[in-house]
């Protein structure tokens, strides 16, 4: 089973402000097969990024992946209100599918 | 627009069964592999099963192997969890989720549903 560790757990930042997550895994994700999700409360889960870098539909420019191997990172460059969330990665390379512990990324 | 939509869930016994469907529009439901995963209230996400678009190959994580069962009704646009020998450790909330797929292999979920929630209590 691939693990995969998300840090930091939480995130305080204020609107503007970049955010970095950071998700490892505990073996090499080949293919690049790796998704970002967000959620926020009282909505549907919604992909954010796929194959590491690739944004989902209507996705805004501002979310942006990147990695390889066993270290992925999701970025938003400037934080709107609408972006604090919890942001969960996952892994699609074998199953069972599996997810990290998410980062909450919550206003300063 | 897809939309998923879960239902089913409520408050069963230990050892007790449950079925949930998903009712899914908006995307041509019989071409699309199908999933579900669950997360237990405040904490994070579990992936349950898998289903292929025809039905044919189904997948379950260990803690629920050979006490679910995932199948579909295509014509019927719907997907099905059926949940049996419930355990306190199965509260969660159930969601319905969409996978990318091609010919020969599956990719990401794209699209989830808001789920339903289901307790096991006595």
């Known amino acids: 089973e691939i693990v995969l560790t998300q840090s930091p757990g939480t995130l305080s930042l204020s609107p503007g402000e970049r955010a970095t997550l950071s998700c490892r895994a505990s073996?090499?994700?080949?293919?690049?097969?790796l998704a970002w999700h967000q959620q926020k409360p009282g909505q549907a889960l919604r992909l954010l990024i796929y194959d590491t870098s690739n944004r989902a539909t209507g996705i805004p420019d501002r979310f942006s992946g990147s990695g390889s191997g066993t270290d992925f990172t999701l970025t938003i460059s400037r934080l709107e209100p609408e972006d604090f969330a919890v942001y969960y990665c996952q892994q699609y390379v074998t199953f069972p599918l599996t997810f990290g512990g998410g980062t909450k990324v919550e206003m300063k | 627009e897809v939309q998923l939509f879960e239902s089913g869930g409520g408050l069963v016994q230990p050892g007790g069964s449950l079925r949930l469907p998903c009712a899914a529009s908006?995307?041509?439901?019989?071409?699309?592999?199908m999933s579900w995963v669950r997360q237990v209230p405040g904490k994070g996400l579990e992936w349950v099963s898998s289903?292929?678009?025809?039905?044919?190959?189904?997948y379950y994580g260990d803690s629920v192997k050979g006490r679910f069962t995932v199948s579909r009704d295509n014509p019927k646009n719907t997907l099905y969890l059926q949940m049996n020998s419930l355990r306190v450790e199965d509260t969660a909330i159930y969601y319905c989720?969409?996978?990318?797929?091609?010919?020969?292999?599956?990719?990401?979920?794209?699209?989830w549903g808001q789920g339903t929630l289901v307790t096991v209590s006595s």
């Open positions: 908006g995307f041509t439901f019989g071409s699309y592999a």
């Open positions: 989720v969409r996978r990318i797929c091609s010919t020969s292999r599956c990719y990401y979920f794209d699209s």
């Open positions: 289903i292929s678009s025809d039905g044919v190959n189904t």
């Open positions: 073996q090499s994700i080949s293919n690049m097969y």
